[in-house]
């Protein structure tokens, strides 16, 4: 679909202070009129709108404010959103900064700072990693900026959000932290600080699923399946089996069996499963659990857990 346009009639009581899209976008009066384009399937865009009221507004007011997505003078959707004016003291100010938990060498990484409770004049200070992090876009254009170190000046009353793009350096090493932080004062004395951590991962989670029967009956015959996926050399899988429970036969042969613990070792990777064929025995309870534990960990260090229930019949 293409010559979309986003258009928000500001309520008047509001006051347009600053317009940041990475669209092109125009004012007229109170009338913002961003131009979209194509809109195709993929990451959703992001365009704000700073505003302020009159000091002389009454507290309790209500203002809605309404904003469409239009194409060819044809609404294709619309949202809402209602304002209650509150009394000028300020509350506890608050930040939040959010990125991935875990990234990639080469791929993108978005830092979102949200704020609220200010007053007027809310200065935001982001640092950004000082190693392994290349910004390439930001929403809204900051004040200042010193190397790694971001300032915006006279933010959006009350609350407000500023957005970082940019991309994981591709040499990074793994395990490496991005650490990030920001802070945000305001003209009433409010401060605080929020931080975030991105580690990074440049080989593929460990992962593992271990299924048996959901019920058992002693002196029978039982067969619970490993399977994990992921691993890279020098992997080792531990099997956990509870008191009663005694091994017939496992496919692969287990590397070593010390009482109820089986390990294998050297498995086949990425991907893989073990074979366990069980026999529960007359020291199980009838109406007890059957709880089978397993863990699988290789050269990377990561680590992956599974368990599987069941339910001993009389």
Known sequence: ??????????????????????????????????????LDKGPAGLATID???????????????????????QTIAEAADLVVVRSAQAGRIACALRAQVYARPGTPLRYAVRYKNGTGNNTLTVSLPE?????????????????????????????????????????????????????IKDDAGNANICEHR????????LALFLKGP????????YTAVARYSGALPNNELTVVLPDGVEVIA???????????????QFLQVPAGLVKLKLRATALLNPGGQVVLYATVTDESGFVATSTTTATLLP
Do not use: C
């Open 1 to 38: 679909m293409g010559n979309v346009v986003l258009e928000d009639d500001v309520p008047e009581p509001f006051e347009i202070v600053r317009v940041s899209s990475e669209s092109p976008h125009s004012v007229e009066g109170q009338r913002v009129r961003i131009s979209i384009g194509a």
């Open 51 to 73: 505003v302020a009221l009159p000091e002389n507004l009454s507290p309790g007011v209500s203002i809605r404010n309404v904003a469409r997505l239009a194409a060819e003078d």
């Open 131 to 183: 190693v392994g992090f290349a910004p390439s876009g930001f929403v809204p254009v900051p004040s200042l900026t010193a190397a790694n170190v971001l300032e915006y000046a006279q933010l959006a009353r009350t609350a407000g959000m500023v957005r970082v793009d940019g991309n994981v350096a591709p040499d990074v090493a793994d395990g490496t932290v991005l650490y990030a932080w920001a802070a």
């Open 198 to 205: 991105s580690e990074v991962r440049t080989k593929e989670r």
């Open 214 to 221: 959901a019920k058992w009956r002693r002196s029978s015959t």
């Open 250 to 264: 496992t496919q692969p042969a287990a590397t070593r069996q010390e009482g109820n613990v089986l390990k294998f």
